[in-house]
């Protein structure tokens, strides 16, 4: 007798439907927000001309972490410019700002519950395990009858995905404040918000912010990645470098992506150092 | 003890079990159980059990233990950081255990000031900032709590460190941060938490004697938790020995020195009791001025006035002991007319000899407050001692 196998792929391709079906106006609001937010942020990096953003990353690694970083940095986005991929950067480079800010908008506030409320972090931890072991890939698929083929498809996937280490290290960097501090603030009486906003979020900000870095940098690999679904950007210059097996053009793409990786986890990691 | 002095906080009954089910471990409590027979049959620990004491305004209590005698819970009993299990704890006219949530927070804003043992400042905050902090939670206006936090740092001799973070200061700095802190934020109560012990020696003595002399100035109601019984004797006013979360005796230093309550407490002061090696030629002072017997009443009324003191040893020419003079029969004779002071001496004082056990001269301060004459064989006086040289002396005995 044959055991039959459990529509578990059923169950889930119904759920999706019956969610883009009811929900099609939500998804549709949410698509054209992003969408505008994209073009916006697209067409203000454009319209900078090349020298201008270079010597604004650059300034901005000076300042920040050290004149080593902003050498290194202006010499690798003039490789990227001359290679012919600045404007795939820049959509890259897009696609990674909006995804992060999404994503961090989203995990701090439920960081810091997680953080507070026991109940929540044994729920939200094995939510957060799926979220990091499901291979990357999957994300892409039901995205598409969400928000179609293209940019926002590549943004939700995204967040998805980079979103739970900075749930995560929110969560941490709160816990770990010393039991001593918290009981020096509930001994002079403070309530929760002031215990939250003037000693444990302060005191966890260094773990935050790595947890920030993180986000980001899972975030710079997704979109890349979302290449497959239509994400415009240096993800799809390798994509076609694929299907038109061309080695040369595909290592360029991805050392252009190297380079701005590198970049930003430099200027993220020095915010988080300056912080005293 | 002095009836009149007002209460400030009433402890009643007080008991704390760590556990979930309270109720059963106090039932073998009553039933004469002891704590680890109550841990064995209950799975829980009796940290307090039945503390009853009274913490009079303007005093400086010290609650002393060793380590697991319950001490650190049972102050933080007091401004609820832990909830009690049984009793009540009463300050001013508020029941601290019934208070709602937020009640409690305003009691622990307007009441209690904490110091802490590993000081617990706030790292990301400056020292000013830090002294601040009490202020900024209850909401005071930013000019006004830095106003009062920088005259907090003044007293505590911070002046100048106000921008360094706490890790740039040396541990007894930190802690004179954390002493700003509760001064700044002017709470009815100061509540410190082996404030002193992660200190070293030196560093600790100085702490003490500044604390007595902010204490002098402030008469700022202080709860003291330590371990250490030379601290204890050093700046309490009265102590409460606590021993398995039970308290042994309740006494001013002199009681607990002079009429420990039990073997307990005459073993612990064993350590320290050096009164009955030292003697009262330890503590004794030289006199500061002394009368003769044939001056007259004016010229003893102006070296009691020049010295600050209102009564005088009289002796003759070879320093025996004749008697004493106080500042009110000198002002008799002076009255009357009279041309030596001899006919006014008092004999109403206590002597000793140079090797009196330091022990022995408690009981005779409590009688009198002259100072102890300490004369030779043949009357002639050595010294005087004065009450606290006794206790400072055995402190001191202690330290070595």
């Known amino acids: ?276 | 003890m002095d009836e009149t002095r007002n209460v400030k906080i009433q402890v009643k009954g007080v008991s704390k079990v760590f556990g979930k089910n309270p109720k059963s471990a106090l039932e073998l409590r009553d039933q004469g159980l002891k704590r680890p027979e109550i841990l064995e049959k209950t799975g829980q620990t009796l940290g307090l059990s039945n503390i009853s004491f009274d913490v009079y305004e303007g005093e400086l209590l010290v609650i002393m233990g060793l380590s697991g005698s319950g001490k650190s819970t049972l102050i933080r009993c007091l401004n609820r950081l832990i909830d009690i299990s049984d009793g009540d704890i009463i300050i001013d006219d508020e029941h601290i255990p019934s208070l709602s949530v937020k009640e409690l927070l305003e009691c622990r804003r307007r009441h209690f000031s904490m110091v802490f043992q590993n000081f617990a400042l706030f790292p990301h905050k400056t020292v000013l900032q830090n002294a601040q902090f009490g202020l900024e939670i209850r909401g005071i206006a930013p000019a006004e709590r830095d106003k009062t936090a920088r005259e907090a740092l003044t007293q505590v001799g911070l002046d100048g460190w106000e921008d360094a973070y706490p890790n740039q200061l040396s541990g007894g700095m930190q802690q004179r941060v954390g002493l700003a802190r509760a001064l700044a934020n002017d709470a009815s109560v100061l509540l410190m938490d082996e404030a002193f012990s992660a200190l070293d020696p030196l560093i600790r003595k100085e702490m003490q004697e500044e604390l007595l002399q902010l204490q002098s100035r402030m008469q700022k109601t202080t709860v003291f938790i330590t371990h250490d019984l030379d601290e204890a004797l050093n700046i309490g006013d009265r102590i409460v020995l606590l021993k398995d979360g039970e308290v042994v005796q309740i006494g001013t230093p002199e009681q607990i020195l002079t009429q420990p309550a039990d073997d307990y407490v005459r073993r612990f002061i064993e350590g320290v009791d050096r009164s009955r090696i030292l003697t009262a030629e330890s503590a004794m002072r030289p006199v500061r001025t002394t009368a003769r017997n044939g001056d007259g009443p004016r010229t003893a009324l102006h070296r009691m006035r020049e010295n600050s003191v209102d009564s005088i040893y009289v002796t003759d020419r070879d320093r025996h002991l004749q008697g004493l003079l106080e500042a009110e029969e000198a002002s008799r004779a002076v009255d009357a007319g009279a041309d030596t002071i001899s006919d006014y001496l008092t004999q109403d004082f206590r002597t000793v000899t140079r090797d009196e056990p330091l022990q022995n001269l408690f009981a005779m301060f409590s009688e009198k407050s002259f100072p102890i004459a300490v004369v030779d064989d043949e009357k002639r006086l050595l010294g005087v001692v004065v009450k606290g040289a006794v206790l400072d002396e055995l402190a001191r005995a202690g330290d070595q």
């Open chain 1, 1 to 276: 007798m044959e055991i039959q196998s459990i529509p578990l792929g059923d169950w889930i391709e119904g759920g999706l439907t019956w969610l883009t079906t009811e929900y099609s106006v939500v998804t549709r609001a949410i698509s054209r927000v992003t969408q505008t937010g994209i073009e916006g942020l697209n067409a203000g990096l454009m319209w900078l001309p090349v020298w201008g953003l270079l010597a604004l990353v650059a300034l901005l690694c000076w300042k920040a972490a050290s004149p080593r970083l902003a050498i290194g940095a202006a010499a690798g986005m003039a490789l990227i410019w001359n290679l012919g991929l600045w404007d795939p950067m820049i959509e890259t480079l897009t696609l990674v700002v909006i995804a992060t800010l999404v994503a961090v908008v989203i995990a701090i506030p439920v960081g810091i519950l997680a953080a507070l409320s026991n109940r929540l972090y044994r729920v939200i931890m094995p939510v957060l395990d799926f979220m990091q072991t499901m291979p990357a890939f999957v994300y892409l698929i039901p995205a598409i009858p969400f928000f179609g083929i293209g940019s926002v498809s590549a943004i939700f996937a995204t967040v998805i995905f980079s979103m739970p280490p900075a749930i995560r290290f929110t969560t941490l960097g709160i816990r770990q404040v010393p039991v001593e501090l918290i009981e020096a603030a509930d001994a002079y009486g403070a309530n929760r918000r002031q215990k939250l906003i003037k000693v444990q979020l302060p005191l966890s900000l260094p773990t935050v912010m790595a947890g920030i870095n993180q986000t980001i940098m899972l975030a710079l690999s997704m979109v890349v990645i979302a290449a497959m679904i239509g994400a415009d950007g240096l993800g799809s210059e390798v994509w076609r470098a694929i299907q038109r097996l061309r080695p040369g053009d595909g290592f360029e793409a991805g050392i252009a992506v190297v380079i701005l990786a590198m970049i930003l986890d430099r200027l993220t990691q020095s915010l988080t150092k300056s912080r005293r």
